[in-house]
């Protein structure tokens, strides 16, 4: 069964900086793109960042292009997002997901909060 | 970006109802287009990918269809346990998902 464990969620200020991890399991974690999407509390859903499989290509929306770093562990199976000069429009659930057909499996969400 | 928009925003249909939610797109998106659906409190989840293939264990009440900049989920027979949230996703560029349709039981 694939299980995807987000963890590293807190309350932080803006302008600081917070990393996220996502541990991988059920599944061949080093065949699959991964990729993190995000939901602001009562909002829709946000494609955040992309990454290939052996973490040499990365992709990223605009508004957090220059300031979010997705990375992966293939021999730990743990995908990363590093979000730094966090600002209060980041606060959101973040899911961890495979990118194959879709968006196919998704973790239970992590909540960061951005606020001083 | 291509924008997706959804409609109806709210749908209220009985158990056993036939329903249609649609999507449109901005431009074409080469039927790269998913479905998701999320339940109040959990994470989304994968329903069809690419306008029209069920995602594994997805029952087969559910389909999709379309082409161009106009796509179909259809729920042939509603069930209790359809309440949720539907999302669209287009992946012909960098992904962009719909606003969302809310489905209730009437």
């Known amino acids: 069964e694939v299980q995807l464990v987000e963890s590293g969620g807190v309350l932080v200020q803006p302008g600081r900086s917070m990393k996220l991890s996502c541990a991988a399991s059920?599944?061949?974690?080093?065949?699959?793109?991964m990729a993190w999407v995000r939901q602001a509390p009562t909002k829709g859903l946000e494609w955040v960042a992309t990454?290939?499989?052996?973490?040499?290509?990365?992709y990223y929306r605009d508004s957090v292009k220059g300031r979010f770093t997705i990375s992966r562990d293939n021999a730990k199976s743990t995908l990363y997002l590093q979000m730094d000069s966090l600002r209060s429009e980041d606060t959101a659930t973040y899911y961890c997901?495979?990118?194959?057909?879709?968006?196919?499996?998704w973790g239970q969400g992590v909540m960061v909060t951005v606020s001083s | 970006d291509i924008q997706m928009t959804q409609s109806p925003s709210f749908l209220s249909a009985s158990v056993g109802e036939r329903v249609t939610l649609s999507c449109k797109a901005s431009?074409?998106?080469?039927?790269?287009l998913d479905w998701y659906q999320q339940k109040l409190g959990e994470a989304p989840k994968l329903l069809i990918y690419?306008?029209?293939n069920l995602h594994t264990g997805i029952p087969s009440r559910f389909s999709g269809s379309g082409s161009g900049t106009d796509y179909t989920l259809t729920i042939s027979s509603l069930q209790p346990e359809d309440v949720a949230t539907y999302f669209c996703?287009?992946?012909?560029?960098?992904?962009?998902f719909g606003a969302g349709t809310k489905l209730e039981l009437k």
């Open positions: 997901t495979t990118y194959s057909s879709g968006f196919d499996y």
């Open positions: 059920g599944f061949t974690f080093s065949s699959f793109p």
């Open positions: 990454i290939s499989t052996s973490g040499g290509s990365t």
């Open positions: 431009q074409n998106i080469n039927k790269y």
């Open positions: 690419n306008t029209n």
């Open positions: 996703l287009q992946r012909n560029s960098w992904p962009t």
